[in-house]
């Protein structure tokens, strides 16, 4: 059994450390003085509780059962000077609260930052330094930039404000770049001017280094589309007849036009081979200074293209981009294995879902990519234009979706957009706060939703008199605008430009204890909508006092999840199909644990993600499906048909210590602690084991918290 220090960093639990505190306390004691007897019995009531609980206790929860248990034995005035001890050592810590944290995660035993983000590797030296810096954000945050009742409704898990560790910087979470703009009009990066690229390989480089310095100056996903990349095709093969009538000229010979086409269309397919290996090799190999690869979303949608021709030649990219995903790429080992990024999404489309229509051949192509790899994930643009005025347009990163807008022509616009940050309001803490009561619900519910909109409007406001200084490939040089130097970002803000977003996460569990059942159940269906309509209602009348776009959204929360789990806990006990995991479950998903088909599945969640306006991503968890591509082609053909977004999970791993290549499995290991295991050879070593899950839209490779760990290790398969 592992405890969890204040300063983050994990230690076995050790059963006379309470013996000790709690004598000090009984010895200072004037009267109702415990016995040894009551001392131990307090001491091993907490390790009881302790190890039911079945994951690391922070020092605090310790404290808190020891504090209870001192009371339930009636010595309330010993209870009272520990209360007391325990509130003069609070202010000794707080004098500096960063110090032992920044410390702990230099010297990698900070558990609670280690496993924080899947995709980082915390014992390097750029990520440290991303990390230290996020820990002094965090202080100021907490301390000065926020309001009080936020910052305890949030270490409380009542909410989650997420990304604090950027809140001190003018910094926004994710967006859809504007390649095309940043491509043929220039760019500036790093006060060096860029012009229109005179190939289709210089464009693919270019747009690696825009990629690079975006991700550098935000904190959440970015997304490109290929189709901005694709009328560089025809440039290229412009570009390369030319060298090939110059070389047949050079020769003296009259080949025929045939001929001539076949070689300028060989040379332009190795062309767009060595352009897609950049955008792929350089954005994993990239370290931005976030210190991490660029949390990149490739969109690949045919009918984005302007004409036949570039369809085609886009056509032709897509195809490459899905070949070398399919490939993987090589470990230091120099094995074959399935990279976190880039996430790629592939649009189900009339001319690609049918099988006899003329691009059929990438949807096969992408089944088989997903089976082996994970991605591509899939959005219907069918289903898509149902639910935003006809258009079919890429999220923000991993799922943040925008609302349709127009410019002052009446023209749709998309890229060039972003989210200006989320909330996360916590669905299960709601209805235990309200004792299953249903006024007592709605009447909490608007609490909570006042305290989110307050601390939404502390994000908006933190952006509002940004500089376009501030972030010049963003704001002046047409990733995102082109404004002038010393103007400020003020306009983007509003009018739902920009989206800002109310998180929810729970929806499982708040309408399971709400209702006694799950919100698959038909009787308990209509109350998970109502909860959905509701925070939809409240974003509406938001955003009609404010002129600021908000929407809500349902929340990865890779961390959070454990952190909200970890609260509910110690504010409501263990109740039984509610508070009885270590984590909660995301957004309104089905709970992982729960036995459901996949068509099924994606058929009850789409009319959930129709409500996150703000954006939500379903999956499905199957099987190796490498030898079963018809099936995997069924599912996709389904989610044509029934829902906006979806994606399938599957397993990739490798051992490095013994070259197996199916699923690393998750078991218990000392302390009860969950850990990674090659079911071959016993390896329980991270450093040689390669593992690729869906955490929350993004691929994690890095592994994860306990609570994470647990969700992944529960998730039963649907097909």
Sequence with gaps: MRIIKRNGAEEAFDIQKIIVAVSKANQAADKNKLTLEQIQEIADYVEYKCDKLKRAVSVEEIQD?????????????????????????????????????????????????????????????????????????????????????????????????????????????????????????????????????????????????????????????????????????????????????????????????????????????????????????????????????????????LNEAKNQQEKRDLAMIVEETLKQRYQGVKNEAGVWITPAFPKLIYVLEEDNIDEGTEYYYLTELAAKCTAKRLVPDYISEKKMKELKEGNCFPVMGCRSALSPWKDENGTYKFYGRFNQGVVTINLVDVALSSGGDKDTFWKIFDERLELCYRALMCRHNRLLGTLSDAAPILWQNGALARLKKGETIDKLLYGGYSTISLGYAGLYECVKYMTGSSHTDPKATPFALEVMEYMNKACNRWKEETNIGFSIYGSPIESTTYKFAKCLQKRFGIIKGVTDRSYITNSYHVNVSEEIDAFTKLKFESQFQALSTGGAISYVEVPNMQGNLPAVLQIIRYIYDNIMYAELNTKSDYCQECGFDGEIKIVTGEGGKLVWECPKCGNRDENKLNVARRTCGYIGTQFWNQGRTQEIKERVLHL
């Design 65 to 301: 059962m020891v504090e209870n248990q001192i009371m339930a034995t009636g010595a309330f005035e010993l209870a009272k000077d520990y209360v007391r001890y325990r509130y003069q050592r609070s202010l000794v810590r707080k004098a500096n609260t960063t110090d032992n944290r920044i410390l702990s995660l230099i010297e990698c035993n900070n558990e609670d930052v280690k496993q924080e983000n899947s995709n980082k590797n915390p014992t390097v030296n750029s990520v440290q330094r991303d990390y230290m810096a996020g820990e002094v954000s965090k202080d100021l945050t907490k301390r000065l930039l926020l309001p009080q009742d936020i910052v305890e409704a949030d270490r409380e898990g009542i909410i989650h404000f997420h990304d604090s560790d950027y809140y001190a910087q003018h910094m926004h979470n994710c967006d859809l770049v504007n390649l095309e703009d940043m491509l043929q009009n220039g760019t500036v990066i790093s006060e060096t001017r860029i012009e229109k690229p005179h190939s289709f390989s210089t464009a693919c480089n270019i747009a690696t280094q825009i990629i690079a310095q975006v991700a550098s100056n935000q904190y959440g996903g970015q997304s490109i589309s290929l189709a901005h990349l694709a009328p560089f095709v025809e440039v290229s093969r412009k570009k390369i007849r030319g060298e090939v009538l110059e070389e047949i000229k050079a020769f003296g010979c009259t080949p025929s036009q045939e001929i001539i086409n076949q070689v300028v269309e060989n040379r332009l397919r190795k062309e767009v081979i060595k352009g897609v290996q950049t955008i792929q090799y350089q954005v994993i190999t990239l370290m931005t200074t976030n210190g991490q690869a660029p949390f990149l979303t490739v969109f690949m949608y």
